[in-house]
């Protein structure tokens, strides 16, 4: 069974500096993972994610994540943190259910900007 | 631009009275999600459809229901709603619920319980 843990609840960081969110996986087969992000009062949006191929895989907004196996990590990272990139992060897995996969997300990071 | 809407954004019933929330894709996906999202926790699977194949969660009360008439909507009925079901509900979708595949989010619903 897949599982993904977010070592820190909550993350604050003063403005224009580098961040980094956590994130450990469980799993005994192949994994996909992904990192969403989630604006106040709004939906998930996918930040990247990574099936394969090279370990480290840019996305949106100046974020990028490394994976790497050995350590079971997928750990989210930006170099110069802005105002708006306040929101709650989430790290999810891929697992198989039924008729289609689903997604098992992290308990999230809040990560909060200090100007 | 091709997204997942949900009506209303906010819904306010009382306790014990019947709610639908609503989803619609313009996506053309194949597969329909409802998440429930209390403060500051994950988003928890409630059920999904496969294009009409109806899956649900083993530990989904039977107070929720869920209705796809047709590949653009989705419905999500609470059928007596308690305090406890307070919270956001996500409609999600992805092309084909394949491992790799992104799930598209809605924007939420926020549902009240008087």
């Known amino acids: 069974a897949q599982s993904v843990t977010q070592l820190d609840s909550q993350v604050p960081v003063f403005e224009e500096a580098p961040v980094e969110l956590r994130c450990n996986y469980s799993?005994?087969?192949?994994?996909?993972l992904f990192w969403y992000v989630q604006y106040p009062n709004q939906g998930l949006q996918l930040l990247l994610k990574y099936l394969s191929g090279s370990t480290l895989v840019k996305g949106i907004n100046g974020f990028e994540a490394e994976f790497n196996k050995s350590q079971t990590s997928f750990h989210l990272r930006k170099p110069s943190v802005h105002i708006s990139d306040t929101a709650e992060y989430f790290c999810?897995?891929?697992?198989?259910?039924?008729?289609?996969?689903?997604?098992?997300f992290g308990s999230g990071t809040r990560l909060s900007i200090r100007p | 631009d091709a997204m997942v809407i949900q009506n209303p954004r906010y819904q306010v019933t009382q306790f014990g009275k019947p709610v639908t929330l609503s989803c619609s894709q313009t996506?053309?996906?194949?597969?329909m999600y409802w998440y429930q999202q209390k403060s500051s926790q994950a988003p928890k699977l409630l059920f999904h459809y496969y294009d009409k194949d109806f899956n649900n969660e083993a530990d989904t009360p039977d107070n929720f229901q869920s209705r796809r008439p047709n590949t653009s909507f989705c419905f999500l009925d609470i059928r007596s709603p308690g305090l406890g079901d307070a919270a956001m509900y996500l409609c999600a979708t992805s092309r084909d619920g394949g491992f790799t595949d992104t799930q598209y989010f809605g924007p939420g619903t926020r549902l009240t319980v008087l």
């Open positions: 996506l053309n996906h194949n597969v």
């Open positions: 999810a897995v891929s697992g198989y259910y039924s008729s289609a996969s689903k997604i098992i």
């Open positions: 799993s005994s087969v192949s994994v996909y």
